[in-house]
């Protein structure tokens, strides 16, 4: 599976968000092998499960979330990745800073739903996780479509 393509979900703590997006995608594509999929934070603490919230809202949608654990951002997995999707315009900043060798492989997860940015839902209740999941569902069609036709 050498010419399988990676993408890695990228937010902040690796707890909430691109966790969230990790499980949703590979639910999404379900038998596809030809797509695997990650996540990562820029400030994450390596080993860190997902938060409550986000393990519930993944729970009330049929996806087992105990595989998930918390990555920090690293050349390794970014280089592993063939789509880095961020969050927010801050993460995108912080990858380019960072690791501006793989520039060509950053995007924002709104530019799948027409542009914004994915709040961080931390703190803000179970409403703003489920608002999060429905940004995610709306965006991984898009998501899959891109990621089967990019060359």
């Known amino acids: 599976m050498s010419n399988a393509k990676h993408v890695l979900f990228v937010c902040t703590g690796n707890t909430c968000r691109s966790p969230m997006a990790e499980a949703m995608l590979r639910d999404a594509l379900g038998s596809d092998e030809s797509i695997t999929v990650g996540s990562a934070g820029v400030a994450a603490m390596d080993g860190q499960p997902a938060s409550e919230e986000t393990q519930e809202i993944l729970r009330g949608r049929d996806i087992d979330p105990s595989c998930l654990r918390s990555t920090m951002v690293n050349e390794e997995i970014l280089e592993e990745s063939t789509a880095v999707i961020a969050m927010t315009n801050s993460h995108l900043s912080l990858l380019l800073r960072a690791y501006p060798q793989f520039e060509g492989r950053y ?4 530019d ?12 803000l209740g179970m ?13 991984m069609p898009e ?9």
Request: glycine content about 14%; overall charge negative.
């Open 143 to 151: 998501i899959i479509d891109a990621l089967h036709y990019s060359d």
């Open 127 to 139: 409403h703003a996780y489920e608002q999060v999941a429905r940004v995610f569902e709306s965006a």
């Open 107 to 110: 995007c924002l997860l709104g």
């Open 112 to 123: 799948f739903i027409g542009g914004g940015e994915v709040p961080d839902p931390i703190g």
